[in-house]
């Protein structure tokens, strides 16, 4: 066996012992998040497969990190299943058939998505990278700012510049190709 195997497997064996021995903790912590204890074993399942299908990840605090990875997988379920449930509402609350207003409303998300996605794009690298720390892998300010060796404030300024971002490419179009006159009706 090769010097990288041996650390790969030596990786996954560490992994695995750390995983069993935080199960039972992420699970109580999932299923406090989304009150369910089927779910939280479910979505801790799907946690530990995340982990085993990407190459190994080197990490200091491997439970504290499995911890928070669980946590972050509970808040992006809970969010998933409240869009679900604001879409199915927003579909029957008009009289209008659910057919004809669910396409225009899923056109519309599509486009405040890119133009969001394109917003991020446009952001200086270390503005994006901060926001993408702090939304998408849950990092605290502090955390962010030791890490990237600044200061709390400036992190909160430029998560400040990249949310303003974000809301101006979600606002802009909007107005830019409504005409004075036309509102909607």
């Known amino acids: 066996m090769s010097e990288p195997e041996l650390d790969e497997a ?16 992420m699970e109580a912590l999932v299923s406090r998040r989304v009150g369910c204890r089927a779910t939280a074993s479910d979505l801790v399942q799907e946690l530990f ?10 990490v200091e605090a491997l439970d ?5 990875c669980a946590g972050n997988l509970a808040i992006d379920h809970l969010r998933s299943e409240g869009s679900r449930g604001r879409v199915a509402e927003g579909l029957y609350l008009d ?8 396409p225009e409303q899923a056109l519309e998300v599509d486009h405040d998505l890119r133009r969001i996605e394109q917003a991020l ?9 901060i926001f993408l720390l ?25 998560m400040m510049r990249a949310l303003e971002a974000c809301k ?16 909607r009706r």
């Not at 497969?49 to 080197?58: C, E, Q």
């Open 49 to 58: 497969l995340r982990f085993w299908r990407r190459p190994t990840v080197k």
């Open 168 to 183: 101006a490419s979600v606002a802009e179009p909007a107005t830019a190709t409504r005409r004075p006159g036309s509102e």
């Open 64 to 68: 504290t990190y499995l911890l928070r």
């Open 121 to 129: 794009r446009d952001l200086p690298e270390r503005t994006r990278q």
């Open 134 to 158: 702090n939304r998408i892998h849950g990092c605290k300010y502090g955390e962010i700012a030791k890490a990237m060796k600044l200061s709390q404030s400036a992190v909160e300024k430029h």
């Open 10 to 25: 030596g990786g996954r064996a560490r992994f695995v012992q750390v995983f069993l021995a935080q199960r039972g903790r």
């Open 95 to 102: 009289d209008e058939e659910p057919s004809a207003q669910a």
